[in-house]
């Protein structure tokens, strides 16, 4: 649960969004002038590589046209007839030697003559030409003079027969094998890309291509780009297509502006189709990234700018709420934060001032209440103790009256003294002795006190009349226990540092209940009209007051045993004094 809360905290941050708001903006902002600057660059790149290819197409066309027209020359030169003169041995040797030179191109050259073939390279071709072909290329040259075959099978090659009339009995032909009409010498186009030429007939069916098939795996993307180009020249496309393989993608290029109708494709892969294309998206693909970078570094920059001093702010404000009233914003920066910052400073330095000026009042006013409260003698302790003072007289005890009224003198002189609050531990138990006295007159032998504070500790601070109430608290909640109750005062050193005086006694205990009701209430004591208005809640929180938090009262109470009260004071001088 804690973990989700802080991923909320994270995601809801001000810095986080900040951070994605600026990070995807830059990335935005790039990209729309990346994909704007590349749509404008793309078609007139597109359409200058386009025309270049077209141009590739022109060339393979224009190379067979050539090849072709060297065929017909060739053909034309043999069909002289002063080369008969020469005689038949002759001849077999220049055909044969046009043979030799052009041995991948040219399959066969043979003179028919009488319904027959007189004399062929190689030499034994002669035999395998049929009555029907011989039949075929007379009919066909003495109608044009000059006559090209369709493509047709021989020995699984394609071949096109080309033949010329010698005179009006004799033919001279070549059979022209197609396989070899384009060549490896085609394989590079003029940008430096590999190019892939293939010819069709009109019907879809395969003449010739210049790619190497020795590897089976061009082998394998060979058949697939013939099943691929055949289904285009069956739909009488003539433009620009996209061939899909197993081994890429490939721009088809395809013409047929030629005399024999067949469809010349030249195969580009489509990586090397558009060079400059595929340079621009490489390079837009490296802007991107850059500006990824950039993106990153401008984001954490901005967030780290906003969040540093929304940190420091949010931080202070924090210790400002648990009371921390010496928190302070500090930012060295000229901007809203530092004004924010400076606000703030302000403004704690007025609440630590007016809450420091709201202690020392209160401070003052409650001093001042708890002097009103101890120099005023509660009147029925006066009047107890007057009327005691009058018995006494009554009975003839002078002696007795006179102590009883020089103790009560001395706890009238002592209670409204003005010179100060705080008195040593000696003044104290000199007017608890008085005090002590007056009691044993007014309720007789019900309570004896001892004191035993070592004489080392008589120059102690402590409040005025803190004894005197301890110990009359215990002579009133003693008074309901039969017997004595012994009270003792003793001084004892606090672990090295302060000091600590118990005032104990065996009465009957205090109720828990009745404990706290006389640590909360400050008019508790009144209900047994003692010396003052003074309470166990007024006397801690003098001893706090004077000496700080650390001082004061300690309980130890067991019912039907006794209280003992310990009070810690430290051992040089006090906050206030004199």
């Known amino acids: ?31 729309i002038i990346g994909i704007f600057g590349y749509q404008r660059l793309f078609e007139p790149i597109k359409q200058n590589n386009e025309k270049a290819l077209q141009s590739s197409v022109v060339q393979v066309e224009n190379y067979i046209k050539t090849l072709m027209n060297n065929i017909q020359s060739q053909l034309i030169f043999l069909s002289t007839p002063a080369l008969y003169e020469v005689g038949e041995p002759d001849f077999t040797n220049l055909i044969e030697t046009i043979l030799s030179y052009q041995m991948d191109l040219v399959h066969s050259i ?4 009488e319904n027959k073939v007189r004399v062929s390279a190689p030499f034994g071709y002669q035999f395998y030409i049929d009555a029907p072909s011989i039949a075929e290329i007379k009919y066909q040259t003495n109608t044009t ?9 021989i020995n699984d090659h394609y071949v096109i027969t080309v033949s010329k009339r010698i005179d ?77 393989t197993s081994t890429g993608n490939y721009m088809v290029l395809s013409s047929n502006q030629n005399q024999w109708d067949w469809y010349v494709f030249s195969v580009i892969e489509e990586s090397q189709a558009y060079p400059l294309i595929n340079s621009l998206k490489q390079q837009f693909v490296f802007v991107v990234f850059i ?29 400002a709420a648990r009371g921390e009233l010496e928190a302070r914003i500090t930012l060295n920066r000229n901007d809203e934060f530092m004004h924010i910052g400076n606000s703030f400073n302000g403004m704690m330095d007025n609440i630590q001032t007016l809450f420091n000026e709201l202690r020392v009042s209160e401070e003052k006013k409650r001093h ?60 104290e138990l000199q007017q608890l002795d008085n005090y002590v006295q007056i009691m044993n007159l007014r309720y007789g032998e019900v309570f004896e006190v001892d004191i035993a504070v070592p004489e080392i500790y008589n120059m102690t601070p402590i409040p005025k009349l803190t004894l005197i109430t301890l110990v009359e608290n215990s002579i009133f909640y003693g008074l309901s226990k039969e017997g004595v109750n012994h009270i003792i005062v003793c001084g004892k ?3 090295g540092a302060g000091v600590v005086l118990e005032v104990s006694d065996t009465g009957p205990g205090i109720a828990p209940d009745k404990l706290k009701l006389l640590l909360e209430d400050t008019g508790a004591a009144n209900a047994n009209k003692g010396l003052n208005n003074l309470g166990m809640r007024n006397v801690q929180e003098r001893l706090r007051m004077t000496f700080g938090y ?22 040089g001088e006090s906050k206030e004094h004199g």
């Open 1 to 31: 649960m804690i973990r989700r809360l802080k991923g909320r905290n994270l995601i809801s941050s001000v810095s986080t969004k900040l951070f994605i708001l600026t990070f995807m903006s830059v990335i935005v902002l790039f990209l």
């Open 110 to 113: 043979y003179v028919i003559e």
């Open 145 to 153: 003079g000059f006559w090209w075959s369709a493509p047709h099978l």
């Open 168 to 244: 009006s009995g004799r033919f001279v032909a070549m059979d022209i094998n197609l396989g070899a009409l384009i060549g490896p010498k085609m394989l590079q186009a003029e940008q430096g890309t590999e190019r892939r030429i293939y010819i069709f007939t009109s019907d879809g069916e395969f003449l010739s291509t210049n790619t190497n098939l020795v590897y089976p795996k061009v082998y394998v993307n060979h058949l697939e780009m013939k099943d691929a180009l055949q289904k285009i020249t069956q739909s009488a496309r003539n433009s620009f297509d996209t061939v899909k």
């Open 291 to 319: 500006a990824i970078i950039l993106a990153f570094i401008l984001s954490v920059w901005i967030t780290s700018y906003i969040r540093k001093p929304v940190t420091a702010i949010t931080r202070q404000l924090k210790a």
């Open 368 to 427: 001042h209440e708890l002097k009103v409260l101890q120099s005023q003698i509660h009147p029925h302790f006066l009047n107890n103790t007057l009327n005691a003072i009058y018995c006494l007289g009554e009975m003839g005890q002078t002696q007795e009256m006179c102590e009883m009224i020089r103790s009560l003198m001395g706890l009238l002189q002592y209670s409204t003294d003005k010179v100060g609050d705080v008195v040593t531990v000696e003044d």
């Open 493 to 495: 050193e606090h672990e």
């Open 550 to 571: 650390p001082y004061g009262l300690h309980f130890h109470n067991e019912p039907d045993e006794g209280l003992t009260v310990t009070i810690q004071l430290p051992a």
